[in-house]
């Protein structure tokens, strides 16, 4: 988001933040040896924030963005200068570095946010893609399992919901590897899976693109009318993974499942750009034009949380619901069998027709529901658009 110039998330998203318990939350983490992997980014920054101030043992930060630990360190050292905590340069991709790392830390508990997030550039590079959210996703588990972690959790996206685009196929793989390794009685290390939609403010997101152009008197891009996003804010995405963490710990019942938020209705893009425009006190279509320009490769109109053939379920938690479905494990071992071996050779061609042919693996079409119904006990659809 520009420097000069903040967005209230309650304004823009035309919804009040839920109310959350961070510290309250965290307190489960006190003592823990923790790792974050894509510690830099803008939710492991974050969760990395909020770790901190709960009193771990020892933060590990794994990202191989230098220059964003560099800054990350900097935060930290001002929130808890004493706490006992490590820098890491590492790719998730490099097993070798993630076990040398396990071996000199022995985290208790792993957040893997690594994952290359953005459709188009995924779009572009699937063979980077697959490395990093599919096998760089194998690798940290192998390790954890390896050293015996207590608790792994996957960030995961909506975008992994019925994929339309490189970026969400590697998502749903690695999803569906962790719920089937969850499942695995054998481990010791639970895999517990988080899945939400767009975090206002990300780096690379919409609301820093308009930001840019409304602080340049820019027109504001939006590529279709009635594209619509879910959205969630910084603290509400911490608070959901703090809070996954706890029930499925709490939960062997939740076993293979995974978590998702209440986050509201899904936000139409255009109305999120005319109240960008309006809070800086300007006119939308007057002062700065609002450009409709083309929905871009593997883009959808509207995101979906739950897939085909996914059921919900209430959990304690007002916000938190869980969900489960089927899983086609023959399925996940061959594509990541395959994607292994064309990511080593760099066959971007075969990297594309496996992808490809795990999305369409699953033709039906998903239906767009509301996270939660508090005091259900199943999340009902609202209605049957398509996405």
Do not use: W
Request: charge should be neutral; proline fraction near 4%.
């Amino acid at each position: 988001m520009s420097s000069r110039t903040t967005y209230d998330p309650e304004e823009i998203l035309g919804r009040k933040e839920q109310e959350v318990e961070l510290v309250s939350l965290g307190a489960q983490l006190a003592g823990m040896r923790v790792l974050i992997t894509g510690a830099a980014g803008t939710i492991g920054s974050a969760l990395s924030r909020a770790v901190a101030a709960s009193a771990p043992a020892s933060l590990i930060a794994y990202d191989h963005d230098e220059y964003g630990l560099y800054a990350l360190r900097g935060a930290l050292d001002e929130l808890q200068p004493n706490m006992q905590r490590r820098m890491v340069i590492g790719d998730v991709r490099d097993k070798a570095r993630l076990r040398q790392i396990f071996e000199e830390e022995n985290p208790e508990i792993v957040f893997h946010v690594a994952a290359l997030k953005h459709v188009g550039m995924v779009e572009d590079n699937p063979a980077e893609g697959a490395s990093t959210n599919v096998l760089g996703t194998r690798n940290t588990s192998d390790v954890a399992r390896e050293f015996g972690a207590k608790a792994l959790v996957l960030i995961s996206t909506d975008k992994a919901v019925r994929p339309h685009n490189m970026m969400g196929a590697t998502k749903k793989i690695a999803e569906e590897l962790c719920r089937a390794r969850d499942m695995d009685g054998k481990s010791v290390t639970r895999h517990i899976i988080v899945r939400f939609g767009n975090v206002f403010g990300s780096s690379g997101s919409v609301v820093p693109l308009f930001a840019h152009q409304i602080e340049r008197l820019l027109p504001v891009t939006v590529t279709h009318p009635d594209v619509e996003r879910y959205f969630m804010t910084e603290r509400e995405a911490v608070s959901l993974v703090l809070e996954a963490l706890q029930i499925g710990l709490e939960d062997e019942g939740s076993r293979g499942s995974l978590f998702f938020h209440d986050m509201g209705p899904g936000v139409r893009i255009a109305d999120l750009a005319r109240r960008m425009i309006t809070s800086q006190g300007l006119r939308p279509n007057v002062d700065i034009p609002i450009v409709i320009t083309k929905l871009r490769a593997g883009e959808k109109i509207s995101e979906a949380l739950l897939a085909p053939g996914e059921s919900a379920e209430a959990t304690r938690s007002q916000q938190v619901a869980l969900a489960r479905g089927k899983i086609d494990r023959n399925l996940v071992t061959l594509t990541l069998n395959g994607l292994d071996a064309a990511c080593r050779l760099s066959d971007e061609a075969a990297v594309r027709r496996m992808l490809n042919n795990y999305i369409h693996a699953d033709a039906e079409i998903p239906t767009r529901i509301r996270a939660h119904v508090p005091e259900k006990k199943t999340a009902k659809a609202q209605d049957g658009r398509k996405t």
